[in-house]
């Protein structure tokens, strides 16, 4: 069943202030909102790539499902800690008879890589690992990671899309209804931000040395400018701020700091989520690592 109000909240919250951006996001939550996504009758569970187990997803009231492709399941990408995390607030709410399971499912290129991944994180959850690509190949998932998390309900019915690892408003949506709180059409406060610069570019630097560098994010509305929470791609880039309410027409120092953990050029990316339409401002951080 089409869930119309959850079409129009989530794009509320993620669509970019370019009109290009707004289009394809618009087409591409149109198209997923309330189709049945398709199990391949053999999936495979095991734990961390080794010990097949019974995992049987298909009585829960609700599903979440992640899939990653041959770059998706990378560490710094698949945040598996923040999963474990959300993973046992979700169990929390089991009081409310509403079973919600996690279906996991990765297509890697190298599965010893993923194996050292799911033990390094000591992630014991069961996990599909379709080499085949088959569970893919039946629903030809968005190719943008951001995309390929699904909240399903009973008949498989995508109901909400978007990864609530990556961006905090999709976490608190996708809570909102398997808690059944459908009244989430309050007008939020909004106001207007910019940043002093969306890239930074760090050179060429020892891997030794922490980088840091400073931007600021100004209140341009009308309303008070609130950061209500940060994102990063990897575990190696931080960003530290002052979190406090932003008046209007003052600004935010915002420092970025980069740690490096390889060396070689990286490309890595901030989100930062506050109370405007374009949320998150998204902060490009580049770099090349030398061995000394």
């Known amino acids: 069943m089409k869930n119309g109000f959850t079409l129009i909240l989530f794009l509320c919250l993620v669509i970019s202030c370019h009109d290009s951006k707004?289009?394809?996001?618009?087409?591409?939550?149109?198209?997923?909102?309330?189709?049945?996504?398709?199990?391949?009758?053999?999936?495979?569970?095991?734990?961390?790539?080794?010990?097949?187990?019974?995992?049987?997803?298909?009585?829960s009231t609700y599903k979440i499902v992640i899939y990653a492709d041959s770059?998706?399941?990378?560490?710094c990408k698949l945040?598996?800690?923040?999963?474990?995390?959300?993973?046992?607030?979700v169990d929390s709410l089991r009081d409310q008879n509403k079973a919600v399971s996690f279906v996991f499912c990765f297509c890697p290129q190298n599965r010893?890589?993923?194996?050292?991944?799911?033990?390094?994180?000591?992630?014991?959850?069961?996990?599909?690992?379709?080499?085949?690509?088959?569970?893919?190949?039946?629903?030809?998932?968005p190719s943008e990671i951001t995309f390929q998390t699904f909240l399903l309900d009973r008949d498989n019915r995508v109901i909400a899309i978007g990864n609530p690892i990556l961006n905090p408003k999709v976490r608190e949506l996708y809570l909102k209804l398997i808690r059944g709180e459908a009244?989430?059409?309050e007008k939020q406060v909004v106001t207007m931000g910019e940043l002093s610069e969306n890239k930074v570019d760090f050179g060429i630097f020892p891997k030794t040395e922490k980088?840091?560098?400073?931007?600021?994010?100004?209140?341009?509305?009308?309303?008070?400018?609130?950061?209500q929470d940060v994102t990063t791609s990897c575990g190696c880039t931080k960003l530290e701020f002052e979190r406090t309410p932003i008046p209007v027409g003052d600004k935010r120092v915002l420092k970025i700091i980069y740690e490096a953990d390889n060396s070689g050029y990286f490309q890595k990316t901030v989100d930062v989520f506050c109370n405007i339409d374009s949320s998150p401002l998204q902060i490009s951080v580049i770099g090349e690592a030398k061995d000394k």
């Open 112 to 141: 010893e890589m993923l194996q050292n991944v799911l033990c390094y994180e000591h992630f014991v959850h069961p996990v599909c690992i379709d080499e085949q690509d088959e569970f893919n190949k039946l629903n030809h998932f």
């Open 71 to 75: 770059m998706g399941y990378l560490s």
């Open 183 to 185: 009244k989430t059409t």
């Open 22 to 59: 707004k289009n394809r996001l618009s087409n591409l939550v149109n198209e997923w909102n309330g189709k049945e996504i398709q199990f391949p009758s053999h999936l495979a569970f095991t734990v961390q790539g080794k010990d097949t187990v019974c995992f049987d997803y298909s009585r």
């Open 211 to 227: 980088q840091e560098r400073i931007i600021e994010l100004k209140n341009t509305g009308t309303e008070v400018l609130v950061i």
């Open 79 to 89: 945040q598996l800690s923040k999963w474990k995390t959300f993973m046992q607030e």
